[in-house]
């Protein structure tokens, strides 16, 4: 992966993190932030769309999933996280 769009994609996913913090005990956020520092975008894309589209976590903004939506589709990922979280919308 090119320098520049690597760098895009941590900037973007770090946005997103915020998300994480108010889960109680940490584990997504933990393993987000070692994901990241491993260069796993994808993977720890997949563990905050995981966090989101559990039953207790809060709803997200059309902005929130338009974002995640976007990275998505810059790193070539097809999956229903999108789709389900379109479902979820605040």
């Known amino acids: 992966m090119k320098?520049?769009?690597?760098?895009?994609?941590?900037?973007?996913?770090?946005?997103?993190?915020?998300?994480?913090l108010g889960?109680?005990?940490?584990?997504?956020?933990?393993?987000?932030d070692n994901l990241m520092q491993e260069g796993e975008f994808g993977v720890a894309l997949d563990v905050l769309c995981d966090f989101i589209l559990r039953p207790d976590s809060p709803k997200v903004s059309k902005l929130t999933v338009d974002r995640i939506q976007r990275l998505h589709a810059a790193?070539?990922?097809?999956?229903?996280?999108v789709e389900e979280l379109q479902k979820k919308l605040a």
């Open 3 to 20: 320098e520049a769009v690597s760098k895009e994609l941590r900037t973007q996913l770090q946005l997103l993190r915020s998300l994480l």
């Open 23 to 32: 889960e109680p005990g940490h584990s997504f956020l933990d393993l987000f």
């Open 75 to 81: 790193m070539g990922i097809d999956d229903r996280c």
